[in-house]
């Protein structure tokens, strides 16, 4: 797959999901899809998708109630 090309892959996830039966053994409780496997996008997404995961792994599930501000940044339309 090329970088630019935009398309999810998310096979690993779907093929892990499958696997359910067998997460206890290994000590996995849940899995998540994210970054690019989520939704495709520019470099910085996908590093922020991962270093949120980070953070967060373990915690309580926070939602959209971000600990901190993130630069959003916009197009001008002209």
Same mark, same amino acid.
């Given at each position: 797959?090329?970088?630019?090309?935009?398309?999810?892959?998310? @096979?690993?996830?779907?093929?892990l999901k499958?696997?359910?039966?067998?997460?206890?053994?290994?000590?996995?409780?849940?899995?998540?899809?994210?970054?690019?496997a989520e939704?495709? @996008?520019?470099? &910085?997404?996908?590093?922020?998708?991962?270093?949120?995961? &980070?953070?967060?792994?373990?915690?309580?599930d926070i939602?959209? &109630?971000?600990?901190?501000?993130?630069?959003?940044? &916009?197009?001008?339309?002209?």
């Amino acid at each position: 797959m090329l970088v630019t090309s935009r398309q999810q892959d998310d @096979g690993v996830w779907h093929e892990l999901k499958t696997r359910r039966d067998a997460w206890a053994d290994s000590g996995i409780r849940s899995i998540k899809v994210i970054g690019d496997a989520e939704a495709p @996008g520019p470099i &910085a997404w996908a590093t922020y998708a991962g270093h949120r995961f &980070a953070r967060e792994l373990d915690e309580a599930d926070i939602g959209d &109630a971000l600990p901190f501000r993130r630069e959003i940044t &916009a197009l001008a339309v002209e």
